[in-house]
DNA sequence: CTTTCTGGTGAAAGCGCTTACATTTAGGTT
DNA sequence: AACCTAAATGTAAGCGCTTTCACCAGAAAG
């Protein structure tokens, strides 16, 4: 491996110069940074981002921690914030925390131990306090898809209980009034949200959510189908259910087909998300929009603010969702 | 931050006994052990994974070249992989190609420069020479979805002849007889490939390929909507379309409905890859199935096996693909 | 013609680790 | 008691860079 050394050797400069000209952050005469640069090439020299990691104290480097690495919705928040960084010519480095204690810490020293600039972590398992500690430490930190109190300046969030009251107010204004819900694990912030904006839209039409017409979901499709097969054996009645996100209603259509069921009109389904394909199910999917890639750009433009001094950037911290109409709800008649 | 020379002075030993208790590889008494191993507790201590490498040249890390951070396919080749490699406390470092050439390069550079132990790569726009050359360069790689020649026992790919020879003969066999064709970008050789089987086995049949029945998309959803209706307007009667992958054939299903057709009844349609949400389209599709997770681990496995010396491995360049039947195909009676 | 800058460059001390090699220590052997 | 051996530990030289400081021209100023 060709080192700067070899370079400097090469262009009869010292390593101090060799550095310089390819950090381009001090004088250097235009004879000199040509031989340089010539020699580079001639050895055809890159740089050990490691060392030079160790040596400023500066990895150029941003660590995203997110639940899974498939999926559509940590999907796009990847690419959004890889495009982001990238184009500043700052790297991500991503870890999975698969919504577990555990595995989140791990991750989070991970990505530590790589000294990374910043770290942008959509975590679920771990505590606020936790993350208060971590924020502690040294490395800054931004929180996507949480509100912490003490952290606030740094969590975007998601207002998810809005959310969960506009698709319960979606499916009511249609005129339904027996609506299930097939909810994310419960011990989750925002299934909990989601659910009690549900909850919310119902008192506003004096409805009692009749509790037996939730079910605990898993936020994959599987759990959506599992979640309709439950409803459907139950023996309740209900003509339309909300989900607590995409995959699951996709899930429970496919379930709701499965039992005989034609699509709207047995049934009426909402979803939450909006994830790219949820337009390509059938019925087209009514869901509520959560503008991740908005959202990650806006952790990604928080980093360059606060760790790579792009001060351009204003930030905010709160998100709006909004209800997307599709064609996955029937309105009935009083 | 607390180095290891801190934790040396805390429990009274050399810098290199810190060094040996950390990586446990030389003898070491018990009571030392015992008195770092407290040290390293009181002070927090988190090892510098960056010094590390640089001292010992050896990342623990690999890197990870695929085309984009999101869709269901790269997806679940990056979770295959983080999975398989932090069963051995292995790092991924995950980068995007997005198809293209200078970006592909640019990305290899950057996996390069952070001096990870190996490469796995899914490159689409890249030469062949450019792999072949890569590969003197010391790091060693793997390329995934490729057939290179002078590289073979480094390259894991699936029979994409085979499957698109596959899909078209279910088609055939289910009597159809007017099959359009969706493919991906033309370039790439996957797309070649599969569209050479789909030849095969119309030319089997004493058919052969309408060339106007030929539409090249993107393979993204879009590509389907675009696809299809291009194909709807041309006014030539197709009774079945094959699709060059899963999302492209969603985005087919969506637009035929759009325009009026019932499925499968008015056009059966076929996919490729098998992703995750093809059970859940309606109707279900037909589709080829692309054992990502399985080359993806095997991948893995050829690195653990060539880097970090897990010679249990077994290795299986190619991989064949098979047929998954579902609801997308109407049988139509002779 | 001396003084004062200042732009350009080099020397060398780290950054936090690993790892050959040297040294010490503690048990045997005879 | 002298000697040998192997285990345990320490010493110090890097790994490939950055960065402070010092230095040296030559230009500008007096």
């Not at 250097?28 to 050990?48: E, F, H, I, W």
Request: with cysteine.
């Amino acid at each position: 491996m060709v080192t700067i050394y070899d370079v400097s050797e090469r262009a009869g400069v010292s390593l101090a110069t060799v550095s310089r000209v390819m950090n381009n952050n001090a004088r250097v005469s235009d004879k000199t940074k040509a031989k340089v640069l010539q020699a580079m090439a001639d050895l055809g020299y890159r740089p050990n981002a490691i060392a030079k990691g160790l040596a400023s104290s500066r990895s150029n480097s941003v660590g995203v921690l997110i639940s899974e690495l498939h999926g559509p919705f940590y999907g796009m928040m990847m690419s959004a914030i890889e495009t982001e960084l990238r184009k500043h010519d700052i790297h991500s480095i991503f870890a999975a925390g698969h919504s577990d204690a555990a595995k989140e810490e791990d991750a989070v020293n991970f990505l530590l131990s790589r000294r990374c600039d910043a770290l942008i972590l959509y975590v679920e398992a771990v505590s606020d306090e936790f993350l208060v500690e971590l924020n502690k430490r040294g490395t800054p930190i931004v929180v996507l898809g949480r509100d912490i109190k003490n952290l606030q300046p740094q969590c975007i969030n998601l207002d998810n209980e809005q959310g969960g009251y506009l698709a319960a107010k979606y499916l009511l204004d249609a005129g339904h009034r027996d609506i299930a819900y097939i909810s994310g694990p419960l011990w989750k912030v925002d299934t909990q949200d989601r659910l009690a904006g549900h909850r919310r839209a119902l008192a506003e039409h004096q409805l009692t959510f009749d509790e037996s017409l939730l079910i605990e979901g898993d936020f994959q499709e599987e759990g959506g189908v599992d979640g309709l097969n439950k409803l459907l054996s139950s023996g309740r009645p209900f003509t339309a259910v909300a989900c607590g996100n995409d995959e699951m209603a996709a899930g429970a259509m496919a379930a709701a087909r499965d039992a005989g069921m034609t699509l709207p009109d047995d049934l009426s389904i909402v979803g939450f998300d909006n994830v790219a394909y949820s337009r390509f199910v059938y019925p087209k999917l009514c869901t509520v929009n959560y503008p991740v890639r908005e959202m990650a750009e806006m952790a990604t433009h928080w980093v360059l603010r606060q760790v790579y001094d792009h001060t351009r950037f204003e930030i905010e911290n709160t998100f709006t969702p909004v209800m997307v109409e599709r064609n996955s709800v029937l309105r009935v008649q009083k």
